[in-house]
């Protein structure tokens, strides 16, 4: 059975730093696109995908401040959050790219404030 566990969220001060972590279980996920998501008013949306290859794409919004990376050996999906802002405050997910809506999981609530 497939199952993505998202952990590392919390709260941040503008211009901070966090990292989420994905843990991909049931599922070999070096064939798969993996993104991680974020749950704000109204939508879920993409914020950034990275092929098994390596190809990476981003939302406008976080190029230049979050970086996605994979370890498919250990099977975690990373999403490294620099320069945040009040913006980015949601709660993040991973999935599949496209989603498959049996996989959401819990998510983490990241919250960005002073």
């Known amino acids: 059975q497939v199952q993505f566990v998202e952990s590392g969220g919390g709260l941040v001060q503008p211009g901070g730093s966090l990292r989420l972590s994905c843990s991909v279980s049931?599922?070999?996920?070096?064939?798969?696109?993996m993104g991680w998501y974020r749950q704000v008013p109204g939508q879920r949306e993409l914020v950034a995908s990275m092929?098994?290859?390596?190809?990476?794409w981003l939302l406008d919004s976080v190029k230049g401040r979050f970086i996605i990376s994979r370890d498919n050996a250990k099977k975690i999906v990373y999403l490294q959050m620099d320069k945040v802002t009040p913006e980015d405050t949601a709660i993040y997910y991973c999935?599949?790219?496209?989603?498959?809506?049996?996989?959401w999981g819990q998510g983490t609530q990241v919250t960005v404030s002073s």
């Open positions: 049931g599922d070999p996920m070096n064939r798969i696109i």
């Open positions: 999935n599949k790219v496209p989603s498959d809506a049996r996989y």
């Open positions: 092929s098994a290859t390596g190809f990476t």
